[in-house]
């Protein structure tokens, strides 16, 4: 690490350090911690809310999802600020505030709780959220450290805990005037770095118009297991379809990546968005309606830069590695070979030189190389040679150029990956590869931005969830108590995230924040929208919705869903096979995202219950839209 980066970290780790002492200052109560004391200036909760929407799981996980898959998941940039911003702003932030404010509520299981009067809905809400949400903490620490590691040439363990600990530093000490306070600055930041990002992408790659035909021109170029699926190119849309019931063959899986990108990639996280813990208490730490509306504008500016920005690059990524990469290296080894295992599809390993013949013929040949400025006892580069990487030996001393003429997703595989390589190392790879050095170190601090205003949320939204919704609801403390027990909470689900993050790795970080997206979008969103506009909304209908959304969802992801299916294991450990899907129903329900099913039938749980089961009492209800509080 040369000391320009040093410099530029530790002025920012002050400056992030000194926005959580004021947080720390000005946290004198539970309010205070909780909500910010309700008095949150509206465009610090603006950037605070599009910088803990926007996290490294959205730059890096879904821009390397861009890079696999296409332009078509710009779809997920319009859903995000059509239902992320305007929807939640306009619609659900008001009601939302003005529900938050006066049934006192600091959490948004606190706030589902008082509006349907029970204790249990906010126990289970939180019980919900404390379990799941490291799942998406996951994700974004994974996206931090994927870019850490080879920035400061450490491990990838070592990035986790050095990225876990400064987040939780000023946390656990500021509450979420702290998180905001630094949320603000960070999205300050991403904005900077992301618009810098745009401008030297379309500068290497030739301009606007040339970036674009070149990635039109890639199409040829898809990798047959992606075309099998439907890819068909990276500026088109895959192919869309619905294959019919006992298909076998390609005609089973080629619509499969339409469904992968629409239900999980844009609808999973654009309809998740409107029931995420973290996002949702933003709204209540406002005083009024205009402080909501001022921050539209902003928020929607703020999306388009985060999320439409890393989807254009990570399709463009592609355009760089194929056509303009050059590695100034020393190479170590122009055939070394890596051994993808017996079914061509586990993690690459060295073959040795006494491997057995069957280990020979099935391993892949690989160029190993250094780069400048790295020692001995650095790791090795690996890059898959194929007929279009060309080798030039350097002359006199000077370095060897390698011309890979890869697209991105095969520049990723490597040692330790499988040969589909892993997508959450594409936007890494090409920050480090096609853009100058110093702006290596801004997108350094854009990602520890985008990672730190994320996580700070998830952690003060676990941590709530134990201290207020659980702890102090069951068992009656006093508010003095519940800060150390939120404190407390926020200790257990770091570290539930780091351990996740070290099991977990490779290819997962957009899949795990839409499963996290959806699962709260099927269990809170029909409950919680019927209980802002829905008078008739019964208590009854409220606890059915959250748990057959919850459970619906978690049994689509353990039997049928292939992906999460296979991962877990479950349902081949139960039944012997990977999903529970019959030749009686269409391959294609096997990537249909659990949202899809999950959601509706919530939906109309929450509607059918509430029309069977008694009203609530009309004193009550009218007390949760804005009366005077009943007397008992």
Request: hydrophobic fraction near 50%; proline fraction near 5%.
């Amino acid at each position: 690490m040369d000391i320009f980066t040093l410099i530029a970290l530790l002025i920012y780790l002050f400056a992030i350090g000194y926005l959580g002492y004021q947080g720390y200052r000005q946290t004198k109560t539970a309010s205070d911690y909780l909500v910010a004391g309700r008095n949150a200036n509206p465009v610090i909760m603006a950037l605070s809310y599009g910088a803990t929407f926007i996290s490294t799981s959205a730059i890096v996980g879904f821009g390397g999802a861009a890079a696999n898959f296409g332009m078509g998941v710009l779809w997920l940039t319009v859903l995000n600020i059509f239902m992320g911003i305007f929807i939640a702003f306009v619609v659900f932030g008001n009601p939302t505030r003005r529900m938050g404010h006066h049934l006192d509520a600091h959490t948004f299981p606190e706030l589902m709780g008082k509006r349907y009067g029970s204790r249990l809905i906010q126990v289970l809400c939180a019980l919900i959220i404390f379990c799941l949400m490291p799942l998406y903490a996951m994700a974004v620490i994974i996206g931090g450290a994927e870019f850490i590691a080879p920035i400061f040439h450490i491990s990838y363990d070592a990035a986790l805990y050095v990225f876990a600990v400064v987040v939780a530093a000023y946390v656990i000490a500021g509450g979420i005037k702290g998180v905001m306070l630094t949320d603000a600055l960070q999205g300050a930041i991403m904005l900077v770095g992301m618009l810098f990002l745009l401008i030297f992408t379309y500068t290497q790659l030739g301009g606007f118009t040339a970036a674009h035909q070149a990635l039109t021109d890639l199409a040829p170029s898809v990798p047959p297991s992606l075309a099998a699926i439907g890819h068909r190119g990276w500026a088109a849309m895959p192919a869309f379809g619905w294959a019919a019931p006992g298909s076998t063959g390609g005609e089973a899986v080629r619509y499969h990546l339409w469904w992968i990108m629409v239900s999980t990639i844009v609808m999973g996280v654009g309809i998740g968005v409107l029931a995420q813990p973290q996002l949702i208490v933003r709204f209540m730490t406002v005083k009024s309606k205009q402080a909501l509306n001022r921050g539209v504008a902003a928020g929607g500016i703020f999306i388009l830069f985060m999320t439409g920005v890393a989807f254009v690059v990570g399709a463009l990524a592609n355009v760089y590695f194929a056509k303009h990469e050059t590695i100034r290296c020393t190479i170590i080894e122009e055939q070394a070979l890596l051994d993808p295992g017996p079914d061509g599809k586990a993690p690459l390993t060295r073959v040795l030189p006494d491997a057995a013949s069957d280990v020979r013929t099935r391993a892949k040949p690989f160029i190993t190389y250094r780069l400048p400025g790295t020692t001995e006892d650095q790791p090795l580069h690996y890059l898959l040679k194929t007929p279009g990487v060309k080798v030039e030996r350097g002359v006199d001393g000077g370095p060897d150029l390698i011309r890979p003429g890869h697209i991105a997703i095969a520049r990723t595989v490597t040692l330790g990956t499988t040969l589909q390589g892993n997508s959450d190392t594409i936007i890494p790879r090409f920050i480090n590869s096609a853009l100058p050095k110093w702006f290596g170190v801004l997108f350094l601090l854009t990602l520890l931005s985008a990672a730190m205003s994320t996580l700070s949320s998830q952690f003060h939204t676990m941590g709530t969830a134990i201290g207020r919704d659980i702890f102090e609801t069951l068992g009656g403390a006093h508010s003095t108590r519940t800060v150390l027990i939120t404190r407390c909470g926020i200790v257990v689900g770091i570290l539930t995230a780091i351990v996740l993050g070290k099991l977990v790795r490779g290819n997962i970080i957009a899949l795990a924040t839409a499963l996290f997206f959806g699962i709260c979008a099927a269990s809170f969103l029909p409950s919680f929208l019927a209980g802002l506009f829905w008078r008739r909304m019964t208590r009854p209908a409220a606890l059915a919705s959250i748990l057959v959304g919850f459970a619906t969802s978690a049994l689509w992801s353990v039997f049928i869903n292939a992906k999460t299916a296979a991962g877990l294991g479950i349902c081949k450990a139960l039944f012997g096979t990977p999903t529970l899907l019959t030749e009686a129903f269409s391959p294609t329900w096997a990537v249909v995202d659990p949202l899809l099913v999950a959601l509706p039938i919530s939906a109309l749980t929450a509607f059918v219950v509430a029309l069977m089961t008694r009203p609530m009492p009309a004193d009550y209800v009218t007390y949760c839209f804005g009366g005077p509080k009943p007397v008992r």
